[in-house]
């Protein structure tokens, strides 16, 4: 139910209340599931969306790179929230000024995306 609030909080704007409710999904995935488990990395990418939104790019990035591994272990390569993942490292490095890890990400969560999706689904565009 956090992870869900918080990314609820995140899609309506109020980013503080979304930190914490993430905050606290993390500690509760973590504690039940473990760190390495897919809940707990779906988690990171979540919280790690708000930092992105809060321009905490160090924060945002960790906690994508945190979450990759653990989410290409646990699913398929062509599952939406790996691309998310992907595409949300993209953004990060972009705005760290790392253009070409940048695009390297952009690719790789395009093209999972595109498979994962229809041509004209909001999700490719």
Partial sequence: CWNTLGTTFLRCGNL????????????????????????????????????????????AKAKFDRALPILIKAIEK????????????????SKLGKLDQALKYVKRGFDIIRVCFHGDHPEVG
């Fill in 16 to 59: 503080s209340e979304a930190q914490k409710c993430l905050e606290t999904a993390h500690f509760l995935f973590s504690k039940a599931l473990g760190e390495q488990h897919f809940e707990t990395a779906a988690c990171l990418v979540n919280w790690g969306a708000v930092d992105l939104q809060l321009e905490e790019l160090i924060d």
């Fill in 78 to 93: 062509d599952n939406p929230p790996l691309g998310k993942c992907y595409l949300q490292l993209a953004i990060t490095c």
